[in-house]
């Protein structure tokens, strides 16, 4: 019989945890390095937990270099760019503003539906392993509207396009809106409802695959940071840690908006911005919601997780900075009262702001795949709003590639040298 091959995954967010679970399946010998502690906070702890094939339209969508070009002047607005001479920024910029066209969404929407639908699938199968560990609830979101101008405007492009791609998408006024979610009062014009989407409490997804992982034998290396790798005639022969030199036959780089400074020692160019969003979190709300909601114009998520309910969103591309905007927190909590004018500021007093970084690539699409000069180096990262969605996904893609299968998703789009 022959050795099983050995992987070592650099990264233990919710994308490397996925992957370690499907190389493992795999029967690979799996080592994951996190520089952080077991059960630290990670991008996907804070994340509204939805699963969204509904979000087949790439944040670079057309009319966004005009609109982004407008919200960036102001931290207030849900897309803010902090002004600043930075070539990573400047280059990631060019790139985003080159695909804001009809033409390219055109490309990537199927890709999105593909990776989306696959994330659900395997959720689905995930929560059956454990028990629905994660409390995966399939109860549908809806994209609340304010103006009558936003519910056209969704109607003739994002729906459209969601039921020409199979993803069912059905406009509903006020009234057919109240009627799905009674719990509580909307002052909008009407809604978009996408029967297949669906979260989780994205904190219990950690603590859940970790558990299955350690039956499954996977080794971590908790603590340990990546800091350089050894490279030999077009492979990487080790990869250098805080906790020494870990040698293995292939390895993945899962490091969520950390990827590009890991391998910038490489050679190897990603563009992807960091890009942080906010949640605030009702312990005890009010009123009790069943579906996950995103009011329209204001780009705020609404989920409720257990008993609890989350307010987050916006998108801020200042850096790795751990500044926390007033003003963005305030944006979310005008937006809750203005879409549902039950809330008050008192539900929303003194709940501390979690934040957290999206690994943002320019394009809307991860990169997923070896890397040409590398070639037992695989990116599974840059999965920007959707990498809760994708995880699942990704780590099953990743195991296709390392054992050669045909992936379940085309990769053509995923590319990771697209921009080297
Ligand atoms: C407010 C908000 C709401 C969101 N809502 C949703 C949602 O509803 N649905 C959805 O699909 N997605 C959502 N997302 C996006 C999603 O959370 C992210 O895309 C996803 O969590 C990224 O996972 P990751 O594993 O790639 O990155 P991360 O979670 O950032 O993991 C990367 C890991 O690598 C580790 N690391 C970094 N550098 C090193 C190093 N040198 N050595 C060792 N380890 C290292 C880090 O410590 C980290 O644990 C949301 C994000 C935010 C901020």
Known sequence: MSKPRSVIICGGGIVGLSTAYY???EGFKVTLLERNAEGADSCAHGSAGYISPSHVIPLCAPG????GLKWMMSSRSPFYIKPRLDTDLIRWGLIFARHCNPSYMRQAAPVLRDLCLGGRKLYVELADITGNAFELKTEGLLDLCKSQEALDHEAHGHVALANSLGVEARVLDAKQTAALEPGVRMDIAGSVYFPIDAHITPRKFAPAITAL????????HWNTSVYGWRSEGGRIAGVQTTAGDLVADEYVLTGGSWSPSMVAGLGIRLPMQPGKGYNLTLEKPRFKLTKSMILTERRVAITPIG?????GGTMELSGHSDNVRPERIEQIIAAAKFYLPEFTDQDFAGIKPWFGYRPVSPDGLPYIGRFGRHQNLTAACGHAMLGLTMAPISGLLVSEILTGRQPSVDLAMLNPDRYA
């Open 213 to 220: 992982l350690k039956d499954m034998g996977v080794k971590f």
């Open 307 to 311: 008993e609890r309910l989350s307010f």
């Open 23 to 25: 190389l493992a399946r």
């Open 64 to 67: 966004m270099v005009w609109k």
